[in-house]
């Protein structure tokens, strides 16, 4: 079973910055692909981005390209989300997974496994 720990949330104000992390369990970390998801209230869990096992990222959408980064150290088992330039519409509770395969794709159920989630709350 892969275990997985996100640390980093809490409140910022609007145009901050907050670094996510996302430590995993297991000795196979560097042979999956890794993304980050977010809920807020009342909404569905919705893809952030991810970062494939060759380095390549995905976003799930233009609203947080050039704010937001993804990467991984697999030395580490650990993936990051830097978030820059933080909006109130920002806030939800993010949430790491690792897929099933070695490619990160946009789609909840090819993430097999899930952390606990970290609440990050932009003030306005």
């Known amino acids: 079973q892969v275990q997985l720990v996100e640390s980093g949330g809490g409140l910022v104000q609007a145009g901050g910055s907050l670094r996510l992390s996302c430590a995993a369990s297991?000795?196979?970390?560097?042979?999956?692909?890794m993304g980050w998801f977010r809920q807020a209230p009342g909404e569905e869990r919705k893809f952030v981005t991810g970062?494939?096992?060759?380095?390549?990222?995905?976003y799930g959408g233009d609203s947080v390209k050039g704010r937001f980064t993804i990467s991984r150290d697999n030395a580490k088992n650990t993936v990051y989300l830097q978030m820059n330039s933080l909006k109130p519409e920002d806030t939800a509770v993010y949430y790491c997974?690792?897929?099933?395969?070695?490619?990160?794709?946009?789609?909840?159920?090819?993430?097999?496994?899930w952390g606990q989630g970290t609440q990050v709350t932009v003030s306005s």
């Open positions: 970062i494939s096992v060759n380095g390549f990222v995905t």
């Open positions: 997974a690792r897929a099933w395969g070695n490619i990160a794709t946009t789609r909840i159920d090819t993430y097999a496994f």
């Open positions: 297991g000795r196979t970390f560097s042979s999956y692909a």
